[in-house]
């Protein structure tokens, strides 16, 4: 079965950095893009970014742009998502996400991560 | 302000049928990018619901059904259950951002 495990969350201050994982299993990862969304506490869903299947092409919200980087390693399955100049806005559950497709433009999210909690404050 | 409009808030009785709408623009839905639909239980990670506008994933009951006309699209929940009561989000792409988009969120009640 489809699993996709997040790690690397945590509290951090305002300013620092932080890079999550998601590492995934029961499906062949290079077939698929994948994407990260977060929800602050309380709040709706909002997409972060995609990465295709290769790692050849990326997008990202405007919020997070110039600030935070999507990567893969397909030998090791796994997803990640550096984070620097972090702001207290930026404190939210991330849930990594396969997409349907492999290039994960304008398709589903057919399965989700359990989410790692990000904090950001001082 | 989401990209996307969904009602805050709707609630029904057991039993009943209650619909969601996700309004968006001619740079979402309305440019002919499909929408999807996700089910976030209370504590839990979201789950897909309705893909392509109108399908169901294997293991989603057929008391689900999507639809989408122009720059909208519904979600319908025929024989409201108590475990129907969650979160419920649109999704879609949009091409002037460049990126995916949800709508704000609607939280269903079953009274």
């Known amino acids: 079965q489809v699993q996709l495990v997040g790690s690397g969350g945590g509290v951090v201050q305002p300013g620092r950095s932080l890079r999550l994982s998601c590492a995934a299993s029961?499906?062949?990862?290079?077939?698929?893009?994948m994407h990260w969304v977060r929800q602050a506490p309380g709040k709706g869903l909002e997409w972060v970014a995609v990465i295709s299947y290769d790692g050849s092409n990326k997008y990202y919200a405007d919020s997070v742009k110039g600030r935070f980087t999507i990567s893969r390693d397909n030998s090791k399955n796994t997803l990640y998502l550096q984070m620097n100049s972090l702001r207290a806005e930026d404190t939210a559950l991330f849930y990594c996400?396969?997409?349907?497709?492999?290039?994960?433009?304008?398709?589903?999210?057919?399965?989700w991560g359990q989410g790692t909690l990000v904090t950001v404050s001082s | 302000q989401s990209v996307l409009t969904q009602p805050p808030s709707v609630s029904g009785a057991p039993g009943q049928r209650v619909s969601i709408s996700c309004t968006g623009s001619?740079?979402?839905?309305?440019?002919?990018?499909?929408a999807h639909w996700y089910q976030q239980l209370p504590g839990t990670a979201p789950k897909l619901l309705i893909y392509g506008n109108s399908n169901r994933p294997s293991g989603v009951p057929d008391r689900f059904s999507g639809s989408k006309s122009g720059t909208s699209a519904s979600l319908a929940i025929t024989g409201l259950q108590a475990e129907d009561e969650a979160d419920y989000y649109c999704q879609s792409y949009d091409n002037r951002l460049s990126g995916s988009v949800f709508g704000g969120g609607t939280k269903l009640t079953v009274l």
């Open positions: 029961g499906f062949t990862f290079s077939n698929y893009g």
């Open positions: 996400a396969k997409d349907t497709t492999i290039f994960g433009v304008a398709s589903a999210f057919d399965y």
């Open positions: 001619s740079s979402n839905i309305g440019a002919g990018y499909d």
